[in-house]
């Protein structure tokens, strides 16, 4: 999980001091991250400067929280120690945007944020014909056509997926995550390749915010749900997590490989919401 502190000082130069002042305190900064929790752990540090301004991105490892609450505390005793160890500069704000939390945005697909998951498998083209009705090619061509190109003339953030948020947000609420980071959440891109008389088809999430700890999760149907997921067992540290980031991105391949066979065919998309919805 990231949090981005935002400091400022009163001229460029003295921010560009600031930035060198961080980057040879390193050590000092990390075990104030580890002062605040037993779980968390400095990953990596990330600047930008504008004028006089100094955004610092921190990254760290939670366990199996998501960790939203562990990284603001540990990025206030931050703050608190940057005030103090140096002169002239002045806090804005703890959360400076360059996290990014809840929004779209290129940095976290690039940096991350919470954990990068690839899911993929590989579909015989006789269970792609007679379970799908669609062919591998036929799959491959709207990935390219509908995902790839269509996401480019809109304008899509590092995104080219049919509907990744319809999985994940049902995924998180029956989980007991914060539901709106969804928002980051659903950036994500579907590969696909024919592979002989075979398809290749696999989703990438790099934003995948969620954990088996902490806010929400103690009510008794998430914790029935989990346990049911097995990422309620004894492990260590962040095992249970991962477990749950790798079943969500199952989940999304499962519906977005189905999505795709049902566009692929004409009126499909439609007759099945009429069979499903309308009583």
């Known amino acids: 999980m990231t ?33 605040t929790s037993r779980h968390a752990r400095l990953l990596d540090v990330h600047t930008q400067i504008v004028g006089n301004l100094l955004y610092l991105r921190l990254e760290l490892a939670t366990g199996d929280a998501a960790g939203h609450n ?6 206030d005793r931050v703050l608190d120690w940057l005030l103090d160890a140096f002169p002239g500069v002045r806090y804005v704000s703890v959360s400076g945007n360059y996290c990014v939390d809840k929004k ?3 940095v976290n697909g690039i940096l991350g944020r919470g954990r990068y998951v690839v899911a993929d498998l590989v579909v ?34 590092r995104t080219a997926n049919a509907h990744f948020a319809n999985m994940l947000l049902a995924f998180y609420l029956a989980t007991g995550q914060d539901a709106a980071n969804l928002v980051e959440g659903s950036q994500g891109v579907v590969h696909a390749e024919v592979r002989g008389e075979d398809l290749y088809f696999s989703v990438t999430l790099p934003n995948l915010i969620l954990g ?21 067992e004894a492990r260590e540290a962040g095992e249970n997590a991962r477990r749950l980031a790798v079943l969500a991105a199952a989940t999304v391949l499962c519906g977005e490989l189905s999505l795709l066979a049902a566009q692929a065919n004409r009126g499909e998309l439609m007759r099945v919401h009429e069979k499903m919805e309308r009583r």
Do not use: H, Y
Not at 5 to 33: H, S
Not at 135 to 157: C, E, F, H, R, Y
């Open 70 to 75: 562990m990284v603001t505390k540990a990025a």
């Open 212 to 232: 088996t700890v902490g806010s929400g999760k103690d009510e008794p149907w998430v914790r029935e749900n989990l346990e049911r997921l097995g990422c309620l």
């Open 104 to 106: 779209a945005s290129a």
């Open 124 to 157: 015989p083209g006789e269970v792609c014909r007679s379970k799908l009705r669609t062919t591998p090619q036929q799959l491959v061509d709207l990935n390219v056509k509908k995902n790839l190109l269509g996401g480019i003339l809109a304008g899509s953030i």
């Open 3 to 35: 949090r981005s502190v935002l400091v400022e000082t009163d001229r460029a130069e003295t921010t560009l001091e600031l930035e060198r002042f961080l980057q040879e305190r390193r050590g000092d900064l990390a075990a104030q991250v580890q002062a």
